[in-house]
């Protein structure tokens, strides 16, 4: 039995070939799709769960193809809904193991009050957010999370909407589950979502995925060697937070406000640092903003984990505590004292 409480028999080995569909994924040379695609296939096999009783559901988009190529029960679903029927399915088969594929546009444009109230609710899904800050299936508009400034064929000026924060936004929303990763990081990616799936409750992973066509090199700075080193930071349970190519940089907290120190130069130890918990909502909510803020490294982990009752459980909880307390079924109260027959 795994931790999502999926039911389990005993399978033969399975590998990331038995979570392969015949199909041929359509997405472009390049994208980072791919990547994301292979690691989930990778993971799946681990989870001790059989194929036929998993399911993937996805909305509109590059992203929402994911049904198409995984060996597994899916629908891919209408633009912005994939939650609320991923919420319906583990309502309904809470055995299952329920995964979601979407997208930045798909998931925080049109499916933006679907995503908010699906984390609070907490139905126990594992989403993967493919975030490439553009529109890919439609040809390159700018989304919602698209960088202040950038041109596109909906901004040809440039960007003026304020980008969301999907992180900060998961956790307002009282997401139970964040974490971060990068299609390029393909071990870092198949332990986040090993994790992921291991969460009791929502589990949102942001992926950030290059789009080769219509915006190339979003990510470029947390990619390149000479660049990843000291724009980025890894963080994990109990651990310092520490980056840099020597490693010799670190994070403090003045109060509230996070600050870069340098180890060699400031007389700062290790053991002075921020240390991560993942369970500090507070300090969660502070990494998150990490991003809005081009001086800080770019977090990626699991900012934040917490257990809390899914939404499927409370649900099946009030209806049986109404039923021990003599509530009648749904056939009992249409037909009530006084019924008849047609014959």
């Not at 995984?70 to 088969?93: D, E, Q, S």
């Not at 698209?146 to 440039?158: E, F, N, Y």
């Not at 990843?228 to 406000?257: C, H, S, W």
């Not at 996070?258 to 180890?263: G, T």
Request: charged content about 20%; hydrophobic content about 35%.
């Amino acid at each position: 039995m795994t931790d999502n409480d999926t039911t389990m028999t005993a399978l033969p080995a399975l590998s990331a070939k038995d979570f392969a569909s015949n199909q041929e994924a359509k997405w472009c040379p390049g994208c980072g799709d791919h990547a994301v695609l292979q690691q989930l296939k990778n993971v799946l096999p681990e989870l001790g769960v059989a194929p036929e009783n998993i399911a993937c559901i996805s909305g509109i988009g590059c992203s929402s193809r994911l049904p198409y190529y995984l060996g597994t029960y899916g629908v891919h679903g209408i633009h912005g809904r994939a939650l609320p029927m991923a919420t319906g399915l583990k309502i309904a088969r809470p055995e299952l193991s329920v995964w979601v594929g979407t997208g930045d546009g798909d998931a925080l444009s049109i499916g933006g009050n679907h995503f908010i109230h699906t984390l609070r609710r907490n139905p126990d899904l594992n989403i993967i957010l493919f975030n490439n800050e553009i529109y890919g299936l439609t040809k390159g508009q700018y989304s919602p999370t698209s960088k202040l400034g950038l041109r596109t064929v909906t901004s040809p000026s440039g960007v003026i909407d304020h980008p969301f924060n999907t992180a900060a936004l998961t956790i307002g929303s009282g997401g139970t589950f964040f974490a971060r990763a990068f299609d390029r990081d393909g071990k870092f990616l198949r332990s986040i979502l090993k994790r992921a799936a291991l969460h009791k409750g929502t589990s949102l992973v942001e992926v950030y995925q290059n789009c080769p066509i219509f915006n190339n090199s979003a990510f470029e700075s947390f990619a390149t060697p000479e660049s990843k080193a000291n724009n980025t930071i890894y963080v994990e349970q109990g651990m310092p937070l520490v980056f840099g190519k020597d490693k010799n940089r670190g994070i403090v907290l003045d109060g509230f406000k996070p600050i870069v120190v340098d180890l060699d130069k400031e007389g700062v130890s290790k053991s002075d640092l921020w240390i991560h918990d993942e369970a500090d909502i507070n300090k969660a909510g502070i990494l998150a903003r990490f991003a809005d803020d081009d001086a800080l490294p770019r977090p990626f982990g699991v900012f934040y984990a917490e257990d809390r009752i899914t939404y499927e459980d409370a649900l099946t909880d009030q209806i049986n505590d109404a039923q021990v307390n003599g509530c009648a079924t749904l056939e009992q109260l249409l037909k009530g004292d006084n019924s008849y027959e047609i014959k």
